[in-house]
């Protein structure tokens, strides 16, 4: 089992800057491809962003290519996501993903566990 928890999210106005955090617990952190999603109210969930185990290799939606940056840290089993530039399109709530899988792999959205998600709200 993985265990994530999601914080860092909260009400920004556009143009402003958040980081997500994700706190992964239990088995080996590094042995997982980590992403992002986020779910607007009355839309699906879609993918963010994912990067490898080793951090190297990371994968965006169009959408946040050039604003958003996915990245870890093994020692600390954390997983962050910089958002900048924030948008209202952006509000959401945040889910963090674990998948034993190539970090192409994640955006199908098939992980093998989730977080409880943060909300992110940006205002106009």
């Known amino acids: 089992q993985v265990q994530l928890v999601e914080s860092g999210g909260g009400l920004v106005q556009a143009g402003g800057s958040l980081r997500l955090s994700c706190a992964a617990s239990?088995?080996?952190?590094?042995?997982?491809?980590m992403g992002w999603f986020r779910q607007a109210p009355g839309k699906e969930r879609e993918f963010v962003a994912a990067?490898?185990?080793?951090?190297?290799?990371?994968d965006y939606t169009d959408s946040v290519k050039g604003r958003f940056t996915i990245s870890r840290d093994n020692a600390k089993n954390t997983v962050y996501l910089q958002m900048n530039s924030l948008k209202p399109e952006d509000t959401a709530v945040y889910y963090c993903a674990a998948e034993r899988a190539t970090y192409s792999d994640v955006r199908r959205g098939l992980a093998d566990y989730w977080g409880q998600g943060t909300q992110v709200t940006v205002s106009s």
């Open positions: 239990g088995r080996t952190f590094s042995n997982y491809a």
């Open positions: 990067i490898s185990w080793s951090g190297s290799s990371t």
